[in-house]
């Protein structure tokens, strides 16, 4: 049959979690007789079907004087029928036929292309083959002939296959159910949407312009990330293929190095979903890119602990943070509850991190028993016996701490992107600027365009690696740095995915940091107390503002940062984040030479602006405005 020659390079992500460490955990299962009993009526018709084909070809080709007789062909077709007869219905189809191409008179059908272990992306499609073909009805209808009933058969087989694969299914593998029943755990947390697609019908085309094509070379990581990203930032999150790129590109992410990149198209999927499901996808993302764990850990416990895939999950997270006793109580519990080798084999791990070498290596060698290259997959990803003897954390303290903090600034991966080009003031408006209108009511935006949300990341981790450069105590470098990021993701950055939390932590660091730096002592040798005067505000209507928002315009040759706040702005309103006057509420960004930066602002703004590197150390007196100076 085609379609079985095809399934090696067609599907996608199909039901899969994730790529990558999904594969890399899963263990593949295999149906025999006994797993298949149900279908035996369907296997008994494909049976009788073949036996009619045979007689026709014994018809055709053993009548002797005709065009068509074969003497050899003949004594081989009496062979077979003879030998079929003899076989069980089951047994029969079991045993099967993959001796087969395109110009077969014999179709391929059987338990060997099920069974056939595979890995990487070739499991990833085969299972979404696999998916696909038992999500349709296994009938036999009057009329079939052979050719046409054997794929009926393979069908009410995949079904089996992938019952007892989701059965076996830890959280690290695909397609698994929820102990209780009522949600998916770690397999249906992000499902492609071409899993939902079905097996041969006509796939369902995104309702955007993009190419299908496209599409499926992102999913099966031909395209660059580049490429992908611009696909998905052209499509609104309603769109078929939506979940398919940003789960391909977060697979891409996290083969880069760029966690933090990863987590974000992680949380646009998480985005689509409510309640225990998003958590499910939040606690999943962070724990395949193995960053931001306290907020992966969180995310699991918020999904719903009595889920045996879930605690799994949680396990792995006190496994990497080398909470040993933690994690093997909920490896115990994972697999006292679903008897899977997955949870077995970390169970013993969290042994060994406990020093129990003996309960370490009897745990491991069953798991590896029960599931042949269990060993080989979890070293694969570094849960190995050896990374866990010397007792220490699988990773390093930053990959605990919330992100957009300094200490949680993602190692630089050897090709990561480089910060976005500065747009000069005669450039067009950027793509998904958000839209502050003078004290508009403060809301929720619609999530923003990859692009947008890669330059959002981008301009962050500049503030982060120039901090290293700037003048002043350490309370100094931290309160400014929490106010850049505030200012970023309350501001033009507000639809990223995780807004809310790089604002909860900037908070924190400001509220943190606020007391002790103003009370620092400065040299007047480090400052200079004349504010740049080439910083205006801009409003959306003016001709040289291209930002499609309030804007602050830099006419210097030369980048500044500028602090600005409101004066007496709507109750509510999105200005409000930024009321001169109130703690610490000023915004504070960097502009570039020569060109402008959305602000959040009202009818009454005060900024004062420096030249970078140097900073902006300001207190507001109603009335006279912003005074300080640049340090």
């Known amino acids: 049959m085609k379609w079985r020659l095809a399934a090696a390079v067609t599907g996608a992500v199909g039901a899969l979690a994730v790529t990558g460490l999904a594969i890399a955990q899963s263990v593949w299962v295999t149906v025999g007789a006994a797993d298949v009993q149900i279908c035996r009526p369907v296997f008994a018709e494909v049976h009788r079907l073949e036996q009619e084909f045979l007689l026709d070809q014994v018809d055709t080709r053993c009548a002797r004087g005709t065009s068509d007789y074969d003497s050899e062909l003949c004594e081989t077709v009496r062979e077979l029928l003879q030998a079929t007869r003899e076989l069980d219905d089951v047994e029969w189809f079991m045993i099967g036929n993959e001796q087969c191409d395109d110009d077969s008179p014999y179709p391929c059908f059987g338990a060997e292309f099920f069974n056939t272990p595979r890995t990487g992306r070739d499991a990833q499609r085969a299972i979404a083959a696999f998916r696909e073909d038992a999500a349709l009805p296994a009938r036999i209808t009057a009329g079939m002939d052979f050719m046409a009933a054997a794929p009926i058969g393979d069908r009410c087989l995949a079904k ?10 830890s959280p690290s593998q695909p397609g698994a159910q929820s102990s209780n029943g009522k949600g998916p755990k770690f397999g249906g947390a992000i499902a492609s949407s071409k899993s939902q697609r079905g097996g041969a019908q006509p796939v369902t085309p995104p309702a955007s312009a993009i190419s299908q094509d496209d599409v499926d070379d992102c999913i099966d990581g031909v395209a660059s990330q580049e490429m992908c990203s611009s696909l998905l930032a052209d499509l609104p999150p309603s769109d078929p293929s939506f979940t398919d790129l940003a789960l391909a590109l977060m697979v891409g992410e996290i083969a880069e190095g760029r966690p933090v990149s990863a987590i974000g198209y992680g949380d646009m999927i998480a985005a689509q979903r409510r309640g225990p499901d998003a958590e499910l996808v939040r606690c ?9 764990l306290d907020a992966g850990l969180q995310a699991c416990n918020q999904a719903g602990i009595e889920d045996a895939g879930v605690v799994e999950l949680r396990g792995q997270i006190h496994l990497m943070a080398g909470r040993w006793n933690d994690a093997w109580n909920d490896f115990d519990a994972a697999y006292r509850t679903g008897r899977a080798p997955q949870p077995l084999f970390l169970r013993g791990l969290a042994s060994a991190g406990r020093g129990k070498m003996t309960d370490a290596i009897k745990d491991m060698a069953q798991a590896e028993q029960e599931a042949a290259g269990t060993t080989e997959a979890f070293e694969d990803v570094g849960f190995s016996l050896a990374a866990v003897t010397p007792g220490k954390p699988l990773a390093p303290p930053e990959a605990f701490a919330p992100m957009g903090s300094a200490a949680a600034a993602a190692p630089p991966p050897p090709a990561a992107p480089a910060p976005a080009e500065p747009r000069a003031s005669s450039a067009p408006p950027r793509s998904g600027v958000v839209k502050f209108a003078p004290d508009a009511p403060r809301g929720s935006l619609a999530p923003l365009t990859s692009a947008r949300i890669a330059e959002c990341d981008n301009t962050l981790r500049a503030a982060q690696a120039e901090s290293q450069t700037w003048k002043g105590t350490a309370e100094e470098k931290s309160l400014r740095l929490g ?3 505030r200012t970023l993701f309350a501001g033009r950055c507000a639809g990223h995915v995780q807004a809310a939390e790089m ?13 002790s730096a103003a009370s620092a002592f400065t040299d007047a040798a480090e400052t200079s107390p004349d504010a740049i005067a080439c910083v205006e505000p801009m409003i959306p209507t003016d001709p040289r503002n ?9 006419s210097c040759a030369y980048p500044v940062y500028v602090a600005y706040c409101n004066v007496s702005p709507a109750r509510g309103s999105w200005a409000e984040t930024f009321t001169c006057g109130v703690g610490s509420s000023l915004g504070i960004d960097v502009i570039p030479a020569n060109s402008a930066t959305p602000a959040v602002f009202g009818r009454e703004v005060q900024h004062f602006a420096c030249r970078q590197p140097a900073g902006p150390v300001l207190t507001y007196q109603a009335g006279k405005g912003l005074d300080g100076f640049c340090k």
């Open 546 to 554: 291209t930002t499609g928002s309030p804007a602050l315009r830099n």
């Open 284 to 292: 999943t993302v962070r724990v395949l890119a193995k960053w931001d």
């Open 503 to 515: 604002v909860i932590d900037a908070e924190r660091s400001i509220a943190i940091a606020a007391s």
């Open 483 to 485: 106010l850049i990021q």
């Open 160 to 169: 089996q296959w992938i019952a007892k694969y989701d059965s076996a299914s």
